[in-house]
């Protein structure tokens, strides 16, 4: 699956509450926004921190891009 199937799996009005921000789910595909803000890494720790063992970080942009981050720490 990739970034792009991810990002099309949320829904039209959260896509837009999130532009502009890093989101983390619990894995692909996954619909549920664990956490999200404008830095990957204090999103992937608060992800984290929420108990998710491997969170998915990408980003939602403004221009139909996305970007998908995978830490191995």
Known sequence: MT???IFS???IQECE???GHFVATRHYGDREV???GKNPVLVYDEALK???G???VFYVPTDNA???YYSDR
Do not use: A, S
Request: one cysteine or more; charged letters at 20%; proline letters at 5%.
């Open 3 to 5: 970034g792009l199937t």
């Open 9 to 11: 799996t949320l829904e």
């Open 17 to 19: 509450k999130y532009c």
């Open 34 to 36: 664990v956490c999200h």
């Open 50 to 52: 929420k108990g998710i």
């Open 54 to 56: 491997d969170p998915i």
């Open 66 to 68: 996305v970007q998908v």
